[in-house]
């Protein structure tokens, strides 16, 4: 099992920045992507951003591509999301989540096996 633990939401202003961290506890070893996810009220959960655990390699939505950025440290086991020049429609409940396998899509919420309770962002306008 996996556990997954967010941290760092909060409310801020357009244009402002948050950093989400995610600390990931269990049997790590064994989810080589881990990713991340948002929900807004009334919508369906949407990717946001993955990456490796061993090369590091990342992908990103194209709505948050060169304002969010994705990093992991292996030596702590967390994964973190840094997001810059936020908007009001980055609102939503962030979680994020771990999948055992590496191949397939990274970008699809049901390849992903372990989920955290998520944080809520609110950027106000």
């Known amino acids: 099992q996996v556990q997954l633990v967010e941290s760092g939401g909060g409310l801020v202003q357009a244009g402002g920045s948050l950093r989400l961290s995610c600390a990931a506890s269990?049997?790590?070893?064994?989810?080589?992507?881990m990713g991340w996810f948002r929900q807004a009220p009334g919508k369906e959960r949407e990717f946001v951003s993955a990456?490796?655990?061993?090369?590091?390699?990342?992908i990103y939505a194209d709505s948050v591509k060169g304002r969010f950025t994705i990093s992991r440290d292996n030596d702590k086991n967390t994964v973190s999301l840094q997001m810059n020049s936020l908007k009001p429609e980055d609102t939503a409940v962030y979680y994020c989540?771990?999948?055992?396998?590496?191949?397939?899509?990274?970008?699809?919420?049901?390849?992903?096996?372990?989920w955290g309770q998520g944080t809520q962002v609110t950027v106000s306008s």
């Open positions: 269990g049997r790590t070893f064994s989810n080589p992507v």
């Open positions: 990456i490796d655990w061993s090369a590091g390699t990342t």
């Open positions: 989540a771990a999948r055992r396998r590496y191949g397939g899509n990274w970008r699809a919420v049901y390849e992903y096996d372990y």
